[in-house]
């Protein structure tokens, strides 16, 4: 009853996804007609404003003859790093020719780097931490696939989205909001949080297909009608203008 009482001057809460939507309707805190979904944006351009990838192999000293496959995510045990580099060893057993690339900081980052070392990994794993740029300092040019191993429940999946901007096939957790990103079979491939079992062979599925491109094109296509920056800003904005419009006080309204 509390928390009916605070929210009651909202007039409209956005959710980014399908999924969003859902457990926020599902609070029953407010009615149902004050929750609109618009997914999150990226900007389109970025992807177009640079390659970068030949200098960011060269920072990191990754050999070019290694295919990239790159996780950008903070790195705690909710994201799951722990499970790619335990994939990552499976996956080097059947393939020298792939390098890791962990981009991003955090509590387990550390550890992580220990754990890659005692695992034999250290020639193929490169920790960047924090990067301030991705877009413009090539993580996602430089990578042929990008993952998300997530094991929590991802409201959306802000990398993923970046990702697919950026042409790249995703190789995702089954949880949350990322499988209305990730197209299983179409734009990447999902699989079960937790379950390692399955995954390095579709990395590896992935990586021998006669073109991984055409995965990463269908993702720029699906990302260009669901989370253009411009447009989904606009959208909101509407949101925003159509209250304003329609009611003679609006600074006694609230808006999220």
């Known amino acids: 009853m509390l928390t009916r009482l605070i929210n009651q ?138 993952c998300q191993m997530s094991r929590w429940e991802e409201v959306f999946g802000f990398s993923i989205a970046e990702a697919m901007v950026c042409g790249k096939p995703v190789i995702a957790t089954r949880v949350g909001g990322i499988p209305e990103l990730v197209e299983n079979g179409r734009t990447g491939f999902l699989y079960r949080a937790a379950i390692l079992r399955p995954w390095p062979e579709k990395l590896l599925r992935c990586l021998r297909i006669t073109s991984p491109r055409n995965l990463g094109r269908l993702g720029r296509r699906k990302a260009e009608a669901m989370f253009d920056l411009k447009k989904n800003v606009a959208d909101s904005s509407d949101f925003v203008w159509h209250r304003l419009i329609a009611k003679p006080h609006p600074t006694t309204e609230g808006f999220a």
């Open 9 to 146: 001057p909202l007039t409209k809460v956005l959710a980014v996804s399908n999924y969003g939507y859902r457990c926020l309707t599902g609070l029953d805190v407010l009615p149902t007609g004050k929750f609109a979904l618009i997914h999150n944006g990226v900007d389109l351009s970025r992807a177009l404003a640079g390659d970068g990838a030949a200098a960011f192999r060269q920072r990191y000293s990754i050999p070019s003859d290694r295919s990239v496959v790159a996780q950008v995510s903070w790195m705690i045990p909710e994201k799951g790093v722990a499970d790619l580099l335990a994939a990552a060893r499976l996956v080097l057993a059947r393939n020298r020719q792939v390098h890791f690339v962990f981009v991003g900081e955090g509590t387990e980052r550390e550890s992580l780097m220990r754990r890659a070392v005692d695992m034999g990994l250290a020639g193929h794993v490169t920790w960047t931490g924090n990067l301030q740029d991705p877009f413009g300092e090539g993580a996602y040019a430089a990578a042929d696939i990008v």
